[in-house]
């Protein structure tokens, strides 16, 4: 049996390799290089470690990073949408269910159903470790585009609004990140790297 869980495991650990390889629009940090989803990954893992004192709630600081080590391993099946895409929409959740299932499948069975038990609970963003993973999923493109000259947000000629509209969902994660996303986001449009209409 345990020997079959293994096999199982090591399966899995060698399919979610593939994360790598999945491009995500945002560049890294003052970079003109495309970060990938398990770079992306890794780093809300590490500001959740560093950041955790200023989640709303006390908070099960392994779930959280249970949670933003897992959310993105469906986009191997899924792919990455783009938070800003006006014709896909971003919550494509039947793909990323049936993507969970299938990766999350490869795993021994009480393993498998607790991976996709932390993703689903990540997507419905309602629980307090929830709130605080998506406020860390918001709050790291918003880093990166800032220290890129608008990065994204110029690419692809977004708002004030529509990033203040994204940005928001910090807030309920942690009012203090919040209040530290917001006054970068104006900081971003008093630099002219951000447009106040469309």
């Not at 593939?18 to 995500?24: A, D, G, V």
């Not at 890294?28 to 709303?56: G, K, Q, Y």
């Not at 080590?69 to 269910?97: C, M, P």
């Amino acid at each position: 049996m345990q020997t079959d869980n293994l096999l199982k495991q090591v399966s899995f650990i060698k399919e979610i390799d593939k994360l790598k390889y999945i491009q995500r629009k945002t560049k890294l940090f003052n970079s003109d290089r495309h970060e990938n989803d398990a770079e992306h990954s890794w780093h809300l893992a590490m500001m959740t470690i560093v950041l955790a004192e200023h989640s709303n709630k006390p908070i099960d600081v392994l779930k959280v990073l249970k949670m933003v080590l897992i959310h993105d391993i469906v986009e191997i099946d899924a792919g990455d949408t783009f938070i800003y895409d006006s014709i896909k929409n971003h919550t494509n959740t039947d793909e990323e269910r049936i993507a969970a299932k299938r990766i999350f499948g490869l795993l021994p069975a009480e393993q498998a159903k607790e991976f996709i038990a932390i993703w689903e609970e990540f997507e419905e963003g309602i629980t307090d470790e929830a709130k605080f993973a998506k406020s860390m999923d918001r709050f790291e493109p918003l880093l990166q585009n800032a220290s890129n000259n608008g990065g994204t947000w110029t690419e692809f000629n977004v708002s004030y609004q529509k990033v203040y509209n994204k940005k928001i969902a910090i807030k309920d994660g942690s009012k203090a990140i919040w209040n530290y996303a917001k006054n970068l986001i104006n900081e971003c449009v008093d630099k002219g790297l951000l447009k106040k209409t469309d």
